[in-house]
């Protein structure tokens, strides 16, 4: 199994960014697919949670209306879209999946400041 998240960087307040979690190893379009992020001194908290053929998505309350989690299985990628970001969003952003355990990517740093 690989993960491989891009798209982090820098923005400012307000601003946009949209992660890619590249997948492979493995059947993606049979898995859940989440993101989770880990804020500095924070614990690694789930973002978002999108089915395998992604009719169904949940958010962490402190994202929701913000933030949108999306699957392209022809390409084996999954999507986070985060809009109106606010800088206790910083944090790196990791793709997962549960296949046989846990699995996560490297991680994208994601910083939000003016």
């Known amino acids: 199994v690989q993960l491989v998240e891009s798209g982090g960087g820098l923005v400012q307040p307000g601003g946009s960014l949209r992660l890619s979690c590249a997948a492979s190893g493995f059947t993606f379009s049979r898995f859940v697919m989440r993101w989770y992020r880990q804020g500095p001194g924070k614990e690694r908290e789930l973002v978002a949670t999108?089915?395998?053929?992604?009719?169904?998505?949940n958010y962490g309350d402190s994202v929701k209306g913000r933030f949108t989690i999306s699957r392209d299985n022809a390409k084996n990628t999954v999507y986070l879209q985060m809009n109106s970001l606010k800088p206790e969003d910083t944090a790196v952003y990791y793709c997962?999946?549960?296949?046989?355990?846990?699995?996560w990517g490297q991680g994208t740093q994601v910083t939000v400041s003016s």
């Open positions: 999108i089915s395998s053929a992604g009719g169904t998505t």
């Open positions: 997962n999946v549960r296949q046989g355990g846990d699995h």
